[in-house]
């Protein structure tokens, strides 16, 4: 995991040292501003990677990537295809050279593998890296756009460029997303949950895992017709996203059950993290088209690790196992309430 996010921050460093080069070389005041954004953009993204760096060496970030030797080498390669660029006499290049220079390098900062590890390490801030690398990607376009005519051959390659990026996005969301909430899907738990499990054994830090169950789902579909269900399980996951903290991963788990992990949270906090969800589910004013009310409430069930540091990693289907023990408790007592967190021992 340290030499996929020292890759990461190595790339984004030449690219904001290039972008200084080409900025302090570019005889068009207009275009240099543009080179300066893009290098301050640069200094940003690698300020991400190196912030991960630095939670990784802490303990507090888990290994999330499964396959590290593949990901390395992918990142390796960018990075060998990254140092191909010429960097050489920038200053004797035109101004559509220097444009055509940071297209290449862009094309190779566009690579999926970027979403992919945004997604992985920092899913709670997904959406606001993403769009952030977007306006970055946009800036160098609209300069593009402004040198060169839509129709010619750098106005389609740079379109093609900001496609790609956007078509990439869409496949790295799509694999670990569910379309209809907009929350993770439980590809995306299968991924996360050893990770974090592995990390809770090796510093000694709670985890929580809940599973949350909305009640009587079938009767809203029955009553109201599957768009008005659609509709309820939309509202159940901003009600989530509303109660959880940032650094919890909230996940569609089945048709109308959530999970959620939830690190750093122990048996106390288990409880008032219950509450939130169940307090914030029940406050919920959903309405059919006509304007008849969607009384939604949830059952809640969830299990807490907490192990001295260095213990052996809990195995993943015994603690959902006993976090379905502890929602069927939560059913068998009413419904629209939590049940207290299961044992987590022999998991």
Not at 281 to 293: C, F, H, Q, S, Y
């Amino acid at each position: 995991m340290r030499e996929i996010l020292e890759l990461c921050v190595k790339m984004d460093d030449y690219a904001e040292n290039l972008y200084g080069e080409l900025a302090a070389v570019c005889s068009d005041p207009d275009l240099s501003a543009v080179f300066l954004q893009l290098q301050a953009d640069e200094a940003q993204h690698s300020g991400w990677w190196e912030g991960l760096l630095d939670a990784w060496e802490q303990g507090l970030l888990p290994d999330l990537v499964n396959d590290t030797d593949e990901l390395a080498d992918r990142l390796r390669t960018l990075h060998d295809e990254l140092s191909t660029i010429p960097t050489e006499h920038l200053e004797q290049l035109s101004t559509e050279g220097m444009l055509a220079l940071a297209a290449r390098l862009e094309f190779y900062m566009i690579d999926p593998v970027f979403g992919e590890l945004i997604e992985l390490t920092e899913p709670a801030r997904a959406e606001r890296r993403h769009a952030s690398y977007q306006s970055h990607l946009q800036r160098l376009v609209d300069a593009i756009g402004e040198h060169y005519p839509p129709d010619s051959l750098a106005g389609l390659l740079a379109a093609t460029l900001s496609r790609t990026w956007r078509d990439n996005l869409r496949l790295a969301v799509y694999a670990t997303h569910d379309m209809l909430t907009g929350l993770y899907n439980r590809r995306a738990l299968q991924t996360h949950l050893p990770q974090w499990s592995a990390w809770s054994a090796r510093y000694g830090h709670p985890l929580t895992v809940l599973l949350i169950d909305v009640d009587f789902f079938k009767a809203v579909n029955d009553t109201h017709g599957h768009a008005e269900g659609d509709k309820a399980l939309q509202a159940i996951a901003r009600a989530l996203r509303k109660a959880t903290r940032a650094s919890d991963l909230v996940i569609r788990y089945g048709g109308d059950e959530f999970a959620v992990i939830a690190p750093e949270t122990d048996a106390d906090e288990y409880r008032e993290l219950c509450d939130r969800i169940t307090n914030t589910v029940r406050e919920l004013d959903v309405r059919t088209e006509g304007g008849a009310p969607i009384p939604l409430t949830v059952s809640i069930g969830g299990v807490v690790a907490k192990d001295p540091p260095g213990s052996p990693r809990r195995r993943i289907e015994s603690l959902l196992a006993a976090a379905d023990r502890s929602l069927y408790s939560a059913k068998s007592s009413g419904r629209n309430c939590s049940a207290p967190a299961a044992d987590a021992r022999g998991c």
